[in-house]
């Protein structure tokens, strides 16, 4: 106890130090009065008392400091002096602190802002009661059919049997979404909602805000006209109204009851507004083909993911021999829900953050060789400190301490601009990051902040705390502020430090460059279709209100034949997925001609159902035989389009034309092939193969959603209130939704790529920069402590050529030799960047090249300014000065 009542008075002693010297003071005042009057008394006199009395003492200051250290923490007092000290020569110096604060400030900023975005989506745990407990459920199918496909989505049957049959999940859920019509007033708005099993929110352990969410019973139809709120509908659309349960709301024509509002910040699927029960009737019990919605599962306490999958592959080899019709070859797949909602862009975030780490290191090396100039130009001074008895590790202590307190000043600026940056990036990202409600530089932002503003500061501190413990402090004390041999060894620590920077300003350039020329390559890409001019808008008409397929037949054929006859329209149709939005529907097709197969062995294509003049809008060529027509409708022959490359792979010597074959989910309907179409992009611009497709004419498979596809003259200036208007001509209460230009629509295919290319072309500048600002301010160095040489050059007849080649040739040596290093280092990391490439290769020879004359020609420029300044080097002033 008295040990920690010593250390409790130790650590007190530093914030009470005035008034325990002011105690000290008076204590040893009154100690030495008392050996005074004692001396008075042996009959001394005054002057001859109080010298005898301090002798006796054996000096007051000494005895006053030997106090000051028995009562304090001596290395905290001392580190609080560097720290006051550093705050000094920094404030004396302010175009050096400017530099280097704002120099970290940047790096540390994107530093803070990409870990912010890297800490919300991969992580921190997902916004569910033990999430690591969730997973996803697909189903895989057979190879054969499906090659290079590797899940599906589950079908209502299959779903069920996994639901009753397995042993290690609590709870499992399957949903899917639908849009809804909602009159906001007497404006028809859509409303996304979630369908999902009562057993979704148990998955997810969430519980409502206001009211209950859905009863076991509630997925039969006729029980299901029930809805529960999400917070932002509840919020923005019904103004937060604290009685909403119990309430009714219309939506798509029908009236549902509102039984549940749930809490800010929930949202599965993520998208939803609100959510109403799956309800299958008993025939969607029973198919197993349709692949249509998704499902989630909770593991039982104790259950590891490799067990689920072993229950689940077990209940799928039971059901491939019950049902070897529709089940064989298919299985299923366990996904921790985590890696499923954030996979897809866990490369490109851990690029970027490796990418901004790179310009932090090269800020670091920036700010190393400004304070490595400044340090070795006081040297002096601090040989003064050293003759006076401070050692070398008190200099050392205070070297570094001087730029942790520069890399906190950079780090306060940068969490400043990692606050605003964040919210920009999220904007604009957009849907493509998920999770982005949920990023922001929080508490952990903070702690990662300061851990990389210390250890910043001491990385930066280091190499001229190191090169100053090599300096004879003897020497420079004596030769005062003149050259010695410290400069050299200070100038080859720079020089290198500046190779280190355009080493990672290549390796960050040809990042960037990669990316440039992947999007470069994605844009050259023919889609199959001409984007221009073309405006897209999807329809989701109600099954309520439009219930039988002639009524759903007649909405869209009016709705289309309105839009036509809108001014400026050249041509219009509907197709019900648009190319490049997903793969979609596929379904197993008979051909005739072919060998039977079972069900599960037959040939799967993309289906898509069309009207007549989706061609035409979309300028997909027909390569052969006829588009469908206005008489192609039901009790018609059946007919169908087939894609370029389906023709070529079922009929690869054949005239395609006139053959027959059958939709495997369409038994009994047999169709025949009418027409050839151009091949199109189904799920993206990179996609490297053409995926066989198939075309239905909506008059004979009926839909109740269809993207709709209008080319307009350009004169014909803004068509989409012309377009909207037509459509509410023929239902005031349908909402249109998602109304962009095609040309917008591939833009957003292209948002990762995009972004990616962006960010690491930001931060490849930024570095560029630093490099170039760190060349400059070396050769300035030089120029500076050379003038001299370079004067006794000038006298000797040196020309001003001569001068110009020897700067010059000085700061290329370095740039190559960066060059060097950095060519190697990005063949081994841009390796990393393969998932992200389209057509290019990370080991690009152009990519390589370009980003090397470029990082020449802008180490150039910087040697110039300093070449520049050598030649004007007047030789007699220079060696006067020498």
Partial sequence: MSRLRSWVSRLGGPLHGGRLDRDLADEMESHLQMHVDDNLRRGMSPDEARRRALIDLGGVEQVREACRERRGVPWLESLARDVRYALRGLRKNPGFTAVAVLTLALGIGANTAIFSLVNAVLLRPLPYEGADRIVQVWHTPPPESFPGFTRFSVSPANYLDWRAQNHVFEAMAAYGSTTFGWMDGDRPVAVTAGEVAPDLFAVLRARPLLGRTFAPDEESPGKNKVAVLGHRFWRSRLGSEPGVVGKTIRLGGESYTIVGVMPAGFGFPRWADLWTPLAWSDAERQVRGMHDYRAVARLKPGVTVAQAQAEMDSISRRLEQRYPADNK?????????????????????????????????????????????????RRKEIALRAALGASRGRVLQQVLCENVVLALAGGALGLFLAREGVDGIVAFLGESLPRSSEVRVDARALGFTLLISVLTGLAAGLVPALRLMKVNLSEALKQGMGRTASDSGGHRTRGALVIVEVALSLVLLVGAGLMIRTLAVLRAVDPGFDPRGVLSLFLAIPATRYATPAQQIDFFDRALERVRAQPGIDSAGAVNQLPMAGRGSTQPVAIEGHAAAALSEQPEVAVRVLTPGYLRAMQIPLLRGRDVGEADVTGRPGIVLVSESMARRFWPDEDPIGRRLTLSFYPGVPREVVGVAGDVKLEGLADTQASPTLYVPLAQMPQTWMSVVVRGRPQSGDIVPAVTAAIRQVDAEQPVLEVMTLEAFMEDSLAHQRVSMLLLALFAGFAVLLAGLGIYSVLSYAVRRRAPEIGLRVA???????????????????????????????????????????????????????????????????????????????????????
């Fill in 796 to 882: 000797l007849g040196a020309r001003h050529s001569d001068i110009l080649w020897m700067v010059l040739g000085h700061g290329l040596r370095l740039t190559l030799a960066g060059l060097a290093i950095g060519v190697l280092g990005a063949l081994a990391l841009t390796r990393l960047l393969g998932g992200l490439l389209f057509g290019v290769r990370p080991t690009d020879p152009l990519t390589f090249a370009a980003v090397s004359v470029l990082l020449c020609a802008i180490a150039l420029l910087a040697c110039y300014l300093p070449a520049r300044r050598a030649m004007r080097v007047d030789p007699m002033i220079a060696l006067r000065q020498e």
């Fill in 329 to 377: 070859g298919w299985g299923a797949l366990i996904v921790p829900l985590r890696d499923e909602m954030v996979g897809e862009v866990r490369p490109a975030l851990l690029v970027l953050f490796a990418a901004v780490s790179l310009v932090l290191l090269i800020a670091c090396a920036n700010v190393a060789s400004l304070v490595l100039a400044r340090t070795l130009a």
